[in-house]
């Protein structure tokens, strides 16, 4: 329980700071204004990479490491467009978002110059993380 709490204390510390260095990119990236997405994090040696699901994806683009595990977090809000329906080809990944809350996929360490794309089922939407 202390550990938990000490957790809670650093990520409140952590992520406004994470929110205002990561904002630059997602701006460029075509811009995530209506949800507070982190850039990703490594937690326990596990690197958290969040993606908000509504109307498409965002940020469309983001960077993350090499040669570790990773859960994608994917968050949807009040989501009743095609981009619950999330497919992740390369990991022969597909599932059905609840319309609120967050779902996790598990991926396994990818190498370096990696890139996966997520898309909508349709292939409307999509977003893609580059490991390096
Ligand atoms: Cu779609």
Not at 16 to 42: C, F, H, K, W
Request: net charge neutral; charged share 10%; hydrophobic share 40%.
């Amino acid at each position: 329980m202390k550990f938990a709490f000490l957790i809670s204390i650093s990520l409140a510390i952590l992520i406004p700071v994470l929110i205002i260095t990561g904002s630059n990119s997602q701006d460029l990236a075509g811009g995530s204004s209506n949800t507070n997405i982190a850039p990703p994090t490594v937690v326990d040696g596990t690197q958290i990479i969040e993606i908000a699901a509504k109307g498409g994806y965002s940020p469309k683009k983001t960077e993350a490491k090499a040669n570790v595990p990773s859960i994608i977090q994917v968050k949807t809000s009040g989501t009743f467009d095609c981009s619950s329906a999330l497919v992740i080809p390369s990991l022969g990944y597909s599932v059905y978002l609840p319309a609120s809350g967050s779902t996790n996929i598990e991926v396994p360490a990818q190498q370096p110059g990696t890139v996966l794309r997520g898309m909508c089922s349709m292939g409307m939407y999509n977003f893609s993380i580059s490991f390096s």
